[in-house]
């Protein structure tokens, strides 16, 4: 049996998962938008999968499941959308997806999908302690205050929060952050950095970017 997270929030769709997945002995969490998400799929829950729809009314989809992977979820997460572009698709891997479907899907083949995401569990990562990323307002706070970002200064710091103490490349920092196909050059990365230091300095964040050179960026803790 799995504990499944849904984070649904059309009505018809969102039961008919959710029976679904009952019926074949799973146990559902549910969440009916984003918010709602960050409180049920919080780290301190056993997840086995969760399961997130891009198109929630108060924050996109994939920046929700950045920031559960900032705060330390990292169960495995399958995005089930309308949304079937090929550069959507990629959007949605570069926001953390280990699985992408779309709707109308086949439940079979979505339950089937679910049990080989399960088997393969979560990636052994930690949270960026005392630092929080909200997706709905997109801003950060620590415990000394709150600082609202950029979309894309909001997507840059998630891809790597949620990968703390690890090199996070540019060109995996930049597929989070822009569209696909996107063409951005270094002095925009490091611009976009430098304000990101900046941010999070005027917080009193307990973590800081430290770059790279040649390869990317990691977050450590000041006092690490």
Same mark, same amino acid.
């Given at each position: %049996? ?6 649904? *929030? ?5 039961? =008919? ?11 559902? =969490? ?10 049920? $799929? ?10 997130? *729809?891009?198109?929630?009314? *108060? ?21 089930? #959308? &309308? ?8 959007? !949605?891997?570069?926001? +953390?997806?280990?699985?992408?479907? #779309? ?17 393969? !569990?979560?990636? +052994?990562?930690?949270? &960026? ?15 000394? !205050? ?5 979309? #894309? ?6 891809? %790597? ?6 090199? =996070? ?22 611009? $976009? ?22 390869? +990317?960026?990691? %977050? #450590?803790?000041?006092? !690490?």
């Amino acid at each position: %049996m799995l504990t499944v997270g849904v984070c649904e *929030d059309e009505d018809t769709i969102r039961t =008919v998962l959710v029976r679904g997945l009952r019926q074949a002995g799973h146990e559902v =969490v549910v969440a009916h938008d984003g918010r709602e998400a960050l409180r049920q $799929f919080s780290p301190d829950r056993d997840i086995s999968v969760i399961i997130v *729809d891009i198109g929630l009314p *108060d924050a996109d989809g994939r920046d929700v499941v950045q920031a559960l992977k900032s705060a330390g979820q990292h169960a495995p997460v399958l995005f089930l #959308t &309308a949304l079937d572009a090929t550069h959507d698709h990629l959007a !949605g891997f570069a926001a +953390g997806a280990d699985d992408y479907v #779309t709707k109308p899907y086949d439940l079979r083949v979505l339950l089937a999908r679910l049990e080989v995401l399960a088997r393969r !569990g979560p990636v +052994g990562a930690t949270a &960026a302690n005392g630092l929080v990323l909200d997706p709905i307002t997109h801003s950060a706070r620590t415990a000394a !205050g709150q600082v609202r970002l950029s979309p #894309t200064e909001f997507r840059m710091l998630a891809a %790597m929060t949620g990968r703390p103490n690890e090199v =996070v490349r540019r060109r995996s920092v930049i597929a989070a952050a822009w569209p696909d196909g996107a063409i951005v050059n270094d002095n925009t990365v490091d611009s $976009f950095i430098r304000r990101l230091r900046s941010k999070l300095d005027s917080i009193d964040s307990p973590t800081l970017i430290e770059t790279v050179r040649g390869v +990317g960026f990691t %977050m #450590t803790r000041k006092d !690490g």
